[in-house]
């Protein structure tokens, strides 16, 4: 039963314009979400986390949004830049125990 | 300042071949985590160490174990491989588990033919 899922394999998106990208738990002991990109042949790099006590996190040009009532997460890239173009993670993690569970990931692609 | 170093970067064994994957980190991390990626799948985890001496399960356990060394290394050991366990596998280090932002590894890419 898949507790993390990321619904969209995939998402194109014009340079300069916002990437929206969306994740859905089915956990609800979970009150921890990170999101994570990854670019091939590396390992996946920390982008930005939220805790369950907030609905919105900010750093730079990405901003996550938490609707705790929906179990969904989102998180926002404005504006879009090709460096941006990766496979992006979401991963969430609760009280009970120390595991992290990841979803399968949305590959981004940034068109010029 | 290496971070998560996972040896070896690539492997091929037979089926019924064993192996053991190491990992090493140096931030001084508690948790340790064992991750597997592949096609369509994402990342599921396989075993994680919350901290020194313990270590439990995560989603895809069966056909491994694992030996958290000390709290620096955290090996993963594959009895008998099979071709279903082809896969790239990641080591990651938190600092303080499940509320701290995973550090990876740049991965070991294992074929078992």
């Known amino acids: 039963d898949q507790q993390v899922k990321q619904n969209s394999p995939s998402l194109s998106v014009q340079e300069g314009r916002i990437s929206i990208l969306n994740c859905d738990y089915t956990n609800s002991m979970f009150d921890y979400f990170l999101w994570y990109k990854k670019y091939p042949a590396e390992g996946p790099t920390f982008l930005i986390s939220?805790?369950?006590?907030?609905d919105k996190n900010e750093d730079g040009r990405f901003t996550v949004f938490l609707n705790k009532s929906a179990k969904h997460l989102s998180l926002h890239i404005v504006p879009s830049q090709p460096g941006d173009s990766a496979v992006y993670f979401c991963a969430a993690s609760g009280r009970r125990d120390d595991k992290i569970i990841f979803g399968k990931g949305t590959r981004l692609h940034i068109l010029p | 300042n290496a971070g998560v170093t996972q040896t070896p970067k690539f492997q091929v064994l037979k089926t019924g071949q064993s192996m053991t994957l190491q990992c090493a980190q140096d931030?001084?991390?508690?948790?340790m985590y064992w991750y597997r990626q592949d096609p369509g799948m994402g990342l599921r985890l396989i075993y994680y160490s919350a901290s020194e001496g313990t270590t439990d399960k995560g989603e895809v356990p069966n056909g491994y174990n694992v030996s958290r060394l000390n709290k620096r290394e955290f090996s993963l050991r594959l009895e008998s491989a099979a071709p279903s366990q082809t896969s790239v596998y990641f080591c990651?280090?938190?600092?303080?588990?499940?509320?701290?932002?995973?550090?990876f590894g740049n991965g070991t890419r294992l074929t078992v033919t």
């Open positions: 990651a280090s938190s600092e303080d588990g499940r509320y701290s932002p995973l550090h």
């Open positions: 939220i805790s369950s006590i907030k």
């Open positions: 931030m001084n991390h508690n948790s």
